[in-house]
């Protein structure tokens, strides 16, 4: 997604490698559209990074990302987060990160229930705030909840 791709430009120029080129690639997760829990998000995160690796662009690629986005429960009840892995073209070593945790209102809980990925479940419950540039295609969940202040 663009958010992703815009992220992962934005960290690689923080570190003052200059301008970069990013590339999105199609990388199936090989685990349910809304992983529940760390270790099937990152499982998630894992198989596409092994998926872009393995595609021609990533082949090239310097680095490969992938990003996956899961739930899990907590003394609240529903919080969302994310896992990166990161992996250098020339290296095995694959970095894993998990995002910071936000808790999810109860009316996304009620959806992620009733078998509505997150995504879809924010932009159904903050409608009004997909029309002014917040959901899953621009800012995520935490962009939504914050109109745009705090994005993934």
């Not at 809304?34 to 680095?63: C, H, I, Y």
């Not at 999810?104 to 009620?110: E, F, M, N, R």
């Not at 924010?122 to 202040?149: C, P």
Request: overall charge negative.
């Amino acid at each position: 997604s663009a958010p992703k791709l815009e992220a992962a430009r934005q960290g690689f120029e923080r570190l003052s490698l200059g301008s970069v080129e990013v590339t999105g690639v199609e990388a199936d997760s090989g685990v349910s559209a809304q992983p529940f829990g760390m270790e099937e998000t990152r499982l998630g995160a894992l198989n596409r990074l092994k998926a872009a690796r393995a595609s021609a662009e990533g082949t090239v690629a310097d680095f490969c990302i992938a990003f996956e986005g899961g739930v899990e429960e907590d003394a609240e009840g529903l919080a969302c987060f994310a896992v990166v892995c990161v992996q250098f073209r020339e290296d095995d070593f694959i970095s894993q990160v998990r995002s910071a945790t936000h808790s999810v209102p109860p009316g996304i809980t009620k959806m992620l229930r009733d078998g509505i990925e997150l995504g879809v479940a924010t932009d159904r419950f903050f409608a009004d705030r997909v029309e002014a540039g917040y959901g899953k295609h621009t800012g995520g969940t935490i962009g939504a909840l914050s109109y745009g202040v705090v994005d993934r």
